[in-house]
């Protein structure tokens, strides 16, 4: 199973999402990894350039499944952002963070965009790509 197969179970099971959103779900993780990979593989970008439009390109990715949700669903997505958002943050200022997530939440790896591109480190590389297990993780 792929990382972004994983990365929409996980959030088909967490959010309780339809058929029909976790298709849609699928091919804006899918659409997220394919345009985080081109600008990791961009060798005329600096890193720190690609390191903006990858955040960019998760928030932008978060708010489109975020306009797929339900307003029950809405909020334990609006949560499992946020958690991600704290343990990224968390790895930035060096500070060790908990192997083991809290009870009924995934690790920030399946959370959407958090699928680290090839050839870039883990602790700098955006969600998504939600993610997914490609998504990409910026930098907060």
């Known amino acids: 199973m792929s990382n972004i197969d994983e990365q929409v179970k996980i959030l088909s099971d967490q959010l309780n999402l339809t058929p029909d959103q976790q298709s ?10 394919q345009q985080a990979m081109n600008l990791v593989q961009d060798s005329s970008m600096p890193r720190e350039q690609k390191m903006d439009k990858i955040h960019s390109l998760r928030e932008t990715t978060i708010g489109k499944v975020r306009q797929l949700l339900n307003a029950e669903q809405k909020p334990k997505f609006d949560q499992m952002v946020s958690q991600q958002n704290e343990r990224l943050r968390q790895r930035q200022e ?13 690790p920030s790896s399946t959370m959407p965009g958090n699928n680290p591109p090839s050839g870039t480190s883990p602790s700098t590389t955006p969600p998504g790509s939600t993610a997914p297990p490609s998504p990409v993780k910026p930098p907060q």
């Open 94 to 106: 060096g500070a060790p963070s908990s192997s083991t997530p809290p009870s009924g939440n995934p």
């Open 24 to 33: 849609k779900v699928k091919n804006i993780l899918v659409d997220q990894h």
